[in-house]
């Protein structure tokens, strides 16, 4: 920090790449509060947004700090803030709601009509400072280390993706093994899952995967996973499917593996338009099928909290690399090759 200004990382224009700028430490509102970033990671939004794909073209207007993924202190707040103190160790839920909207006057904030997501409508966390709404931040436990405290966020998805539904006892599969999904791996093991099945083309990720207690793995481009899915389950199929990939080929075979009267949670974003047997492979089957979208605010954050602190799930294995703010373009390059797990940024 250097009179009122700071180091953030910028998505400077509408291509590829971000430039690290100096730029004014952000104000903050009467209900708002200023943040001083401990920790950051890099998301697999935030690639989206760093490579310039078509989602990210028609969803963000550049220049602006991206980043959604933190922890931080609380160094300054507004006068109507009651539910923080200067000097708290918080990480932020990332959807804004309005608060008034049908979904959110009936408990429903994940889904709320008028969300605003941090680091993609708003100024992000790739900063020395961020400027939140107070009513959007978790306290932490003081004993929760800031990596921890910072990937609590993308554990939410993985916790709402895996308890969306009953585990106990299931076969569990998880199409896609990126950050999400190895945590996903994880929350499945602790809830109660008879099987965790982890599928994926990266080797990397599926030896990180069994670090976070799966106990079968499938390479999806050398082996046939619906082959081995019949084999591991008797020919019935798997009663919980994960899709974190977003690969057409992958969610199609999600829907094939899974058994009748299955669940199938999507938290993936496609990037194309997929095509689906809906009559054999969700109609006759009876499946439950749910998109994920965020979390749920804040019995999610909650259950993230409770899994963390009871040692149930234990995350450090997923954390491989962490770099300066300034190095950022080392931890992007290797999350777009994929050989990492989570890549955390330190300002």
Known sequence: ???????????HHRGYGAQMQVVDIPEFREDEVLIKVNMASICGTDIHIYTWDKWSQGRV???????????????AKGANVVNVSVGDFVSAETHIVCGSCRQCLTGQFHVCKHTSIIGLDTQGCFAEFIALPAKNLWKNSSVMTPDIATIQEPMGNAVHSVLAGDVLGKTVAIIGCGPIGLMAVAVAMAAGADKVIALDINDYRLQLAK????????????????????RLTNADGVDVVCEMSGNPAAIDQGFKMAANGGRISILSLPAQ?????????????????????????????????????????????????????????????????????KVLLIP
């Open 1 to 11: 920090m250097l009179n009122g200004k700071m180091k953030a990382i910028v998505k």
């Open 61 to 75: 207007n550049p220049p602006y700090v991206f980043g959604h993924e933190f922890s931080g202190e609380v160094v």
């Open 211 to 230: 670090k976070l207690g799966a106990t079968h793995f499938i390479q999806s481009n050398k082996e046939d996973p619906l082959e081995i899915i019949q």
């Open 273 to 341: 338009p997929v095509m689906l047997n809906i009559t054999e492979d969700i109609v006759f089957k009876g499946l439950t099928v749910q998109g994920i979208t965020g979390r749920k605010m804040f019995s999610t954050w909650q259950q993230v909290s409770s899994l963390l602190g009871s040692g149930k799930v234990d995350l450090r294995p997923m954390i491989t690399h962490r770099f300066s703010l300034s190095d950022f373009e080392k931890g992007f390059d290797l999350m777009i090759k994929g050989q990492c797990g």
